[in-house]
């Protein structure tokens, strides 16, 4: 029954009313109708889940960060170290809450998001439906975007591509746009010369190898593997559609899922996400990673 015939079965109903019970009638139809106005209402409530609840009475937040994924998280000289550890810090700090991080890879963020051990994941999370399938997720705080990872020198731009071989994981978004974007040069034998590996290490060993004059992949993950030997590879921008990069919540939680995007967008306007973003990003890093697009702010 929608909100609107709810409303209009409540007045049908007082109208029928035996008149020797009419003041309880009268009793009954009023309580309906402001259950049924309270129905209208409770959608533009934020509604405070079982997390926000959590994290407002102890004053810890649970998060976890990667340990394994440069810059986003890892062990320098025994240290935890990374742009999303000092993210989740920050974030925490704008919470007003104690952060408690726990260190999480790729796949073990998952199930201890969705068993409730933790209140939010950092780690290189991609906005996707498949995600949100299974999760909330945040504004995003990071895009990355499609690029081609060369030896240092031997390649300027997207054109010089043509007529080469491309490295790309099989099956993936970065093989089809390999494929597109030979045909876009008018190379006559662009699917020949895209050549896929099962994997990110067999890529990058192609490239090392010589066997390939590039490899196409996400930003983040090409300079993940260029940082280990700096100074010999260039990356080159492929692609104008940057993927946003966000931080996964348990779902069904408004309430906390707002305190969470407003904290992020609080640490863009008071430039706390600038100066950890120019700490690890900047042009003077070994990780230099220009901004492929800014936070989107609320208004008030």
Known sequence: MTRTSTIHWMMKTRSRANPRRKGLS???AMLGLCLALCLCIAPNIAYAGPVYD??????VVRLGVPYNLVPQGFLQNGQWVGFEVDMAAELAKHLKAKPELVRVN???WRSLLAQGLLD????????TRTVEKEFDLSEA??????QVLVVKGSLRSAQDLKGRKLAAIQGTTSEKLAMSLLKALK??????QVVSYPDAASCFLA???GKVAGWI???????????RNQGKFDLIDVSDTPQGIAMAIPQDDSAWRDAVNFALQDMALDGSLDKIYEKWFGAQTPYAFPKKRTMEIWPE
């Not at 959590?54 to 004053?59: L, M, N």
Request: aromatic fraction near 14%; charged fraction near 30%; proline fraction near 0%.
């Open 207 to 209: 490239l090392t190898k």
């Open 120 to 127: 939010g994941a950092f780690c290189r999370i991609r906005h």
């Open 141 to 146: 705080y990071f895009y990355d975007a499609q």
């Open 26 to 28: 009268r009793q009954n």
């Open 217 to 227: 992949d996400w930003g983040l993950t090409l300079l993940e593997y260029a940082s």
């Open 187 to 192: 190379d006559d034998q662009a699917e020949a």
């Open 54 to 59: 959590r994290v407002a009475s102890t004053g």
């Open 106 to 108: 790729d796949k073990t």
